[in-house]
């Protein structure tokens, strides 16, 4: 079952802009965790954002949780060409369960 | 280099025949998974493995099979009764089977049936 609904789906900007991608899911997390994928290979873990955290920054990356709002977003400034990529977003119910992983954001950063 | 890897990167088969998908990694994870990513959609559990000689379905279990004989290896087996097997595969896994950890992936496996 999907738990996390990333929005929008896809998303086109120009270099330098800053890019907001969100997250939404359905039930209690524990934590909340954000994928990159460049086309045709793995992905690579990006951050994780626990549930009793707002915020965090890695970079040029933040993250922001409400849980509220059972929802996440996911901020990159100054984006970079080389920002293209699918964009996960991963949530973490029970404490031993797996990861269940969002659709994905396709972002495009034109030169 | 401590990392996952998986072989082949692209692999064909024909209808009828099951092929084994390699996962290995030297992290000393303890736990393993497979996923499968169809064009434009997000990752699909197949089976998950938290110990060696241990593994559990996933969402998808239907016309798969693995093993856990040793903590580093992961295959997978895409049996003929999988009816539509084209897809990239993704082996992953994490220190421990718990949502607090994250996940690394391997490069992943194109499977193609002809």
């Known amino acids: 079952s999907q738990q996390g609904e990333e929005d929008p789906q896809a998303l086109s900007i120009q270099e330098g802009e800053n890019a907001t991608m969100n997250c939404s899911y359905k039930t209690s997390i524990n934590n909340l965790q954000w994928y990159r994928q460049n086309s045709g290979r793995g992905l690579v873990h990006l951050i994780l954002i626990r549930s009793n955290e707002r915020e965090k920054h890695s970079g040029r990356l933040r993250v922001t949780l409400d849980t509220s709002k059972k929802s996440s977003s996911l901020l990159i400034t100054a984006s970079r060409a080389a920002d293209t990529a699918s964009y996960f977003c991963a949530t973490g119910t029970g404490a031993n369960s797996k990861l269940t992983f969002g659709k994905g954001i396709t972002l495009s950063v034109r030169p | 280099d401590g990392g996952i890897t998986q072989s082949p990167k692209y692999l064909f088969r024909k209808e009828g025949q099951n092929v084994t998908l390699s996962c290995e990694q030297n992290l000393n994870h303890d736990a393993m998974y497979w996923y499968r990513q169809d064009p434009g959609q997000g990752l699909r559990l197949i089976y998950y493995?938290?110990?060696?000689?241990?593994?559990q379905k996933g969402d998808i279990a239907e016309g798969y099979s693995v093993s856990r004989e040793k903590k580093e290896s992961f295959p997978l087996t895409v049996t003929s009764a999988q009816k539509n097997p084209t897809a990239f595969y993704l082996c992953?896994?994490?220190?421990?089977?718990?949502?607090?950890?994250?996940?690394?992936f391997g490069p992943g496996t194109r499977l193609t049936v002809l």
């Open positions: 992953a896994s994490s220190v421990r089977l718990a949502p607090g950890y994250e996940q690394f």
């Open positions: 493995s938290q110990i060696v000689n241990d593994f």
